[in-house]
């Protein structure tokens, strides 16, 4: 019981800070974002602190939203050994929904890593 209200008081402060800041000063944008971060807007794609707030540096001054709904996305990364197969990496993805005071999975993907990038 008392991981749902942790998971809804992440995701509603979260989504809270992320828009006060997103219309009330842009430029300090970069604090919720890491050196490492992507962003991609409308199909443009950037990386780092300092490419995030440049693009979110856009034409208009105010934005008003009205949330309607909300997710929270958690992604694994891990390494899974089948039988005596090889250890391989994979990838899932899992989106949570609040249902009910439920926490439910409306989508899951799992991928292997098949190829090491590192």
């Not at 009330?24 to 944008?29: C, E, G, M, S």
């Amino acid at each position: 019981m008392g991981d749902k209200l942790i998971w809804k008081q992440t995701e509603s402060s979260f989504i809270q800070h992320y828009y006060q800041l997103f219309d009330k000063d842009r430029t300090r944008i970069g604090t919720i974002y890491i050196d490492a971060s992507c962003l991609t807007w409308e199909g443009q794609q950037c990386q780092g602190k300092a490419a995030i707030v440049e693009l979110s540096s856009l034409l208009f001054q105010k934005i008003q939203y009205s949330i309607t709904d909300s997710c929270i996305i958690s992604m694994v990364v891990g390494e899974l050994k089948v039988d005596e197969d090889p250890i391989i990496g994979f990838h899932q993805m899992f989106l949570l929904k609040n249902i009910s005071e439920a926490w439910v999975c409306t989508n899951d993907m799992f991928r292997l890593a098949l190829l090491n990038f590192g």
